[in-house]
């Protein structure tokens, strides 16, 4: 169903959302599909198979996982238009599973799913995604939203209906075909403008848009969109900096719109979005609705393009998956900006794309031979981040090479790939000298070049392959003399044995220990181990916070919140390494957490503020800082609570006091 109404698919993809189990769960084999349905029938329901393996493996990391999964994309892309309407259909049945399994899903979703049903204009399934998704990862301020939202539904009501009764009766008026409606902004978006902007959710001024959808032959689209914002404009003043003209350069996803904001009636600030039914039909199906219209042309267009530039991406050398998924998302699921060539032909690049980045979007020599740029006539360095409209010329130079530095410049990942493929074909130049270097030392040592000696010396100095010796060989990071203290038994070299190390039997060797209080804080999984761990400093959780244990590298058992910054890169990344964690009953302990604090600057504030604090509650301030302007204060307090029911007790308490607008719980610094 979900293919069908929501998305848009055809007959053939349906049939193969319902068959794409079938290979695997039953004795149906692909053979039995292609004769029955047809081979591209078969080639989509394989791809889907293969996606199914490819997430049921619990060994393998999400971000190894959504690189197979995009290989997939570039044969056909319906297979992941499919797996999005099975991702809508997962979250939108998350209740019943356990809370780990929820926050491993819901992260993986709101990290590449949703920015990718984005990518592919499907705004209502993106916009879904990222609410369910918040449902888990912020229960509480998804609740909070959802609850005013509803409480100020029939207030909202009436405002639109008031800005919108003028524009009726004008585009009636003008004898237009059209709908004029508005919509409430998604929780998930409105949650961002309060955390963004820092402001409650009273002070969120753009709650719902006001959408225009316009019944017009193709070869009047623009000119009747243009019409009506014309009408708009006269009848509410616009704010000229939010204009935003998709109708000129359409997204690269295909959306087409006319965005302004205008100031409604009681002094309120409005979105408005003018569109034709054709334009929004791709807005709300994307990629179903592109097939749809390609038929109409044979032309190249920007999915095609786009799905060009995934191949040349995925065709090059494997790379690290993290690294790969965060350069795809940078790459491929970023906003973008449209800049020009100096020939007026139009390149759409991520948001923060650089000169170097250009350079490399026109052809690969011109990347790697990028000295510096021309921007409207003026020269910047190839560092320079771009702007949309900017018109860019490149300057090369024969003598130039990349450096490592050079990925430090670029957002892309084909300049990134580029550049990599160029310093690894000029570190194997360097290479083949250490190489030889090696030989003659070995020779004069009266022993062979051989696999063995090779291997041996790569494990004494601790690196990943011969290659890494012979450049560290050749650029002088390995000094050979090194090599006396090795015995040569026959042609082969021995690495000396460590020394023995004297114990002084004086002195404490036995491991620390932590604090046995600390230890019976938190208790892992089902068992109720008690175990070694520490607390991030990223989000700093205290008892009662929602948190999971991560196992990381080098660092054992780390205690994150749900709500942490860095939580949703970690659960969509590494999964598997995420244990179920909840806290021990503990009172003995206290930890620092941090109020941010804004109100009236009345006589006497402070003093009520420490009285609740250090008085009624008897918790500690560890820190103190309030600034005071045009009769408003800010502040932020450092406390320590033992749990989140105290910390909890402290805001109400703050919130209750005359004058205070906002209390918000913030990360402090260790």
Known sequence: MICVEEIGLGVRSTICALLHDTVEDTDISLEDVEMEFGIEIAKIVDGLTKISSVIDTNTSQQAENFKKILLTLTDDPRVILIKLADRLHNMRTLDHMKREKQLKIASETVWVYAPLAHRMGLYSIKTELEDLSMKYMEPDAYRDIAKKLSETKRERTRYINEFIRPLKEKMQAGNFDFEIYGRPKSIHSIWNKIKKKAVAFEEVYDLFAIRVILNSPPEKEKEDCWKVYSMVTDEYNPAPERLRDWLSNPKSNGYEALHTTVMGPQGKWVEVQIRTKRMNEIAEKGLAAHYKYKEESSDEDRFDKWFGQIREVLSGPDTDGVDFLQDFKTSFLAEEIYVYTPKGEVKMLPTGSTALDFAFSIHSAIGTKCIGAKVHHKLVPIGHKLRSGDQIEIITSNKQKPSEDWLNLVVTAKAKNKIKDSLREEKRHIAEDGKYILQRKLESMGAAYSHHNIEELVH???????????????????????????QVLGDKIEIPRPKPVHVDPLVDHQPKHYDKKDSELIIFGESSDKIMYTLAKCCHPIPGDDVFGFVS??????????TCPNATQLLANYGHRVVKTKWAKNKEISFLTGLKIIGLDDVGVINKITNVISGDLRINIAGLSIDSKEGLFQGTIKVFVHDKEELEELVFRLKSLKGIQTVDRFETES
């Open 460 to 486: 004494f100095y601790k690196l990943t392959s011969s290659l890494d010796l012979h450049y560290r060989i050749a650029t002088k990071y390995i000094d050979l003399r090194e090599l006396k203290e090795f």
């Open 553 to 562: 590298t080098g660092k054992g058992l780390i205690i994150h919140r749900t």
